[in-house]
């Protein structure tokens, strides 16, 4: 009954083949009288470890590794036996031009969760519009509808905030460097496809309008980065005569009114962290607060330990010592988890850790333990809080290194710990906390004598800081805050300079930037500027964290892949000299600069 | 009392020149003690006449001809006297730098209604933030938020619409030259900024989203186009298993709920019209149907006329002779508007336009007259309901040009009408009329015998003419629907191809177009697509119908110039070869174009 096309590739009973399934959706009655006992698409959970046989078009193939079969309802993943009983099939399959007619049985198996393979993910990218049929997408993508709509009502239907569009073709900002250019018919001249609409929403509130927000696409050429869009959306707010607690209660209600009912309720205020707590007691600016392993500070029992070059670390300005304690680690870890923890704090921060492991009878176990008179063993175990099968991981030196060394471990051994059957946090939970008193700059990386905005040069100095400002700018903390929702962070705003005086100073003074490029923003504030002040709130990434998806392509309806590409569409795609002409621009191809340089 | 900082160009007393006002804000008691009467940007139509004296920064100068005068509160254009008189006011202004301070005095004026300056428009485009605090602005962008929410209200809480979010970095769409390109970093490919998610909301039916909107940016390179924004909003829909009557009966519904009250009620179901009777009695596809002025068709009466011109042409398949008769155009108009009428049909449409005049004594003026009998007179009198001083234009020729001709010497007879004082149209009133049964295909116009879309290549075929698809596609109507309100397009629509098959017969032996760069489109409609139709409604043109603004950049917080420039913040703009190089382009620039055409 089954009409070959091109040629029959392995038939009933001649072999078999490893199956996981694909995608799922509306399943009419479709195979009664056929060869087939399921179509592609139709395999769920419940069909795994089942004998199934199907028919369709060979959709895609891959090296003689794995190949798509695709019919009228879906895709289903074929994994073709790499063993060398089956190996004329795999020559079989490996020649066969795609759109040739199989019929294909073999075992239903469902991919390991966590380890998708990369190349189907290409796939359903490819297929997005039938993994929209999937209910996760559905609810993801109506529930994201939903929260938008409440967001909007609050804003728009109880405050009086005003929805207002602004450009996305503009030009570079100074620094824009991450931003997609679109070349125009002006010779030479191009937009910028802003990362914000900061700028816009500064000039409203310069304009009058007083209260605006807008749903914003924002874009950010970031080349290859995980979980990182090309464009994406902020919830952008910007408000008039407003101080920093005036937006934090804004969006404190903006997100309770919002928040979907079955991940609900949210306990208002949420708390107030500086980023000094947040570095020293969590190593990060965005702290994870659903559980503790707290960093704590253990110079003080350290620095009494005849260790040379812990003292000598321990009397630089910035020396410390610190630890974070892994409750139940000696249990839960394995002697290699702790190791690559060590490696990974080495490699990344290129800080050295030392473990200290509490025996069942309450000694220690350590490195260090020779150095530690019992006195000094007895106050690390009060100060770390140590029980009998923890395990401390203790770093000494720079504190801001030592802080994010501890932050990183900190983190990845929850993972651990959870993965080996900890319940360590909530999935439940909800804990937001505010993150406030930035720096306002810090040392450029490339170039520590000079001085960059912690995050743009429109954020306010802190009111208590200001004549720092002129003094000693490395000083000053700024009005800047970030909202943190579980250890990722959803926001981040400031009050923004309303003083041309003072704005011109930072960018010409503070930041040696030529200001020409932001002259009309600097004209516009001369023209008399609100105090005025906002936030951005990261949607994406909010929408998957409320229903608990691990990537925000799984809240976005046709996401790019990690290389920035719509697969489904093959975007972007090559375009004639001709279409070039017009924007006075032409390609550079690679092989081409190659010989030039050749020459 | 006045502090001088370069020089004072001219004093009190010593010179007059012209005021026109600027931008009018809130003005505190600031002119008591000083050397002036008012401050820049306080004036107002009230001080129209008045001498007052202002003092301030030459912020802008053009070529001795006007120049911007700044102070803290806002910018007064000095229009310079240009007789020889004052030749040496001139010539000092001419060259004063920028920046220098003076002190005018001078009779204010206001700009003449509808001849605005370009380049005072362009200083309030360069000073937007300025403008955007006008009470008109304001009232505009506040109404513009209320009436989107509302729709929002209306599509998302009553009706179970989905907000969804498309990408705007996409790809070419076959005949899309009007697409902005954005350069990727992989060298040779770019990304497409679309003119419509028009693609996007297919494929979100085919993904079983069922109901999806979208408040949509739009982009479309047009070059300098009056009116025209490079970036626009649709209010975007689609629905699944919905027909044409469905979406209008939506879209009346959407409107009658997000109306201003104080520019309501609407009354629905609104008329349709087809496109046939549109051409045929309004001579285009978008009639404004607030008067009458009707298009007659006088054929029947004029072949019996003794020209041989005139009953050659009605012998043509589309021969016809037409007319619209202008009430009182003998009164209101003048000779002089009559010829420019004659003219315009002339230069435009390539189309001879003779006019007959109802004298006093209701006898006929006109060149015709004497191949005219009486009989045919009375005849003519009767069929276009002539009366004393009524002016007829006629056409005789080609169906589709001499209606096309009138209808549009009706609209500007009727802009003639009113500007010498006869109220045609209510300004109060609302006229929204549906344009439906559209030709699916049009003759291309640089080769008559090739066809392509009337509007695009998704358009369903009328269910009646589907046949005629396949045997003589020129005849197939399309399920194309415009909305049309005052005259002025404001969405349009059509129930979509939902068969792969028959939208593939369409790309390929209708249009002969390469379907590959639509494939995922055609495979996406292999999988299972619903019946499918939608609507585009363009938010910038309907709310500036609402707030009776001639111009859409009245209704957009930060638009772009004719040329698509933003003068606020100078974009487009040069970037540097370096930004470039991740792009792989570089810019041809066109004087080294030429020099490689000599070599």
Same mark, same amino acid.
């Given at each position: 009954m089954l009409r070959l096309v091109r040629r029959v590739l392995f038939q009933r009973g001649t072999e078999r083949a490893r199956l996981s399934s694909g995608w799922v959706h509306r399943a009419p009655d479709v195979n009664s009288f056929a060869a087939r006992t399921n179509t592609c698409g139709e395999l769920r959970a419940a069909h795994v470890g089942q004998e199934v046989t199907l028919c369709g078009w060979i959709q895609y193939q891959r090296q003689g590794l794995f190949l798509v079969l695709r019919d009228f309802q879906g895709l289903t993943q074929i994994i073709i036996p790499q063993d060398e009983a089956h190996s004329h099939v795999r020559k079989l399959l490996s020649n066969a031009p795609v759109e040739s007619v199989v019929r294909v049985t073999g075992i239903v198996s469902s991919r390991p969760p966590g380890q998708e393979n990369p190349k189907s993910e290409a796939l359903r990218m490819q297929y997005r519009y039938l993994d929209l049929r999937s209910s996760q997408l559905q609810y993801n993508l109506r529930l994201r509808s939903q929260v938008v709509m409440r967001m909007r009502e609050y804003l728009c239907n109880h405050h009086g905030f005003v929805d207002v569009e602004t450009p996305t073709l503009f030009k570079r900002t100074p620094g824009g460097a991450k931003e997609f250019l679109v070349p125009s018919r002006e010779a030479g001249k191009f937009y910028s496809l802003p990362q914000s609409p900061q700028q816009f929403k500064q000039l409203l509130m310069i304009g009058g309008l007083d209260r605006y927000f807008q749903v914003a696409r924002c874009y950010r =050429? !970031?080349?290859?980065? &995980? =979980?990182?869009?090309p464009e994406f959306t902020q919830i952008d707010i910007e408000m008039s005569f407003v101080d920093q607690a005036g937006i934090q209660r804004l969006i404190e209600g903006l997100l309770q009114y919002s928040w979907p009912e079955e991940r609900g309720p949210i306990m208002t205020p949420f708390p107030t962290m500086t980023y000094d707590e947040a570095l020293a007691d969590y190593g990060t600016d965005k702290p994870d607060t659903r559980f503790g392993m707290k960093i704590v500070d253990i110079s003080d029992t350290l @620095?009494? *330990? =005849?260790?040379g070059f812990v003292q000598n670390v321990l009397t630089y300005p910035h020396g410390t010592a610190k630890a974070i304690c892994i409750p139940q680690g000696a249990r839960y870890l394995k002697h290699k988890d702790l190791e690559s923890l060590k490696e990974a704090a080495k490699s990344r921060f290129n800080q050295e850790i030392m473990d200290v492991i509490c025996r069942p009878d309450g000694s220690l176990k350590s490195l260090l333990t020779k150095f530690l008179g019992e006195e000094q063993q007895s106050e690390l175990i009060r100060v770390l809080n140590m029980q009998v099968d923890d395990v401390v991981l203790l770093a000494v030196g720079d504190h801001k290194r030592v802080c994010s060394a501890l932050g990183s471990l900190r983190l990845e051994s929850a993972d651990l710990l959870e993965a080996a059957g900890m319940v360590l946090r909530d999935p439940a939970a909800l804990h937001f906390l505010w993150v406030v008193d930035f720096p306002l700059f810090l040392p450029k990386e490339e170039n520590p004598s000079e001085l960059e905005s912690a995050h743009h040069p429109f954020t306010a100095p802190h009111p208590l800081d200001t004549d720092l400002l002129y003094s %000693? &700018?490395? #000083?000053v903390r700024s009005q800047h805050y970030d909202l943190v929702l579980n250890g990722s962070e959803i926001g981040g705003g400031s009050i923004r300079i309303h003083n041309a005086e003072q704005q011109r100073f930072v960018l !010409? #003074?503070? *930041? #040696? !930037? =030529?200001?020409e490029v932001l002259s009309h923003l600097l004209e516009a504030l001369e023209f008399g500027a609100p105090p005025h002040g906002g936030i951005a709130l990261g949607l994406d990434r909010l929408i998957s964290l409320i229903v608990g998806s691990p990537s925000i392509r799984d809240v976005i309806a046709f996401p790019k892949s990690? #290389?920035? @590409? %719509?697969l489904m569409g093959n975007a972007p795609d090559y375009v004639t000299p001709e279409e070039l002409e017009p924007y006075h621009i032409h390609v550079s191809w690679p092989a081409a600069e190659t010989e030039a340089k050749k020459n």
């Open positions: =050429d !970031e080349g290859s980065r &995980p =979980d990182r869009q @620095r009494r *330990l =005849d260790i %000693d &700018p490395t #000083k !010409e #003074k503070v *930041l #040696k !930037e =030529d200001s990690f #290389k920035g @590409r %719509d």
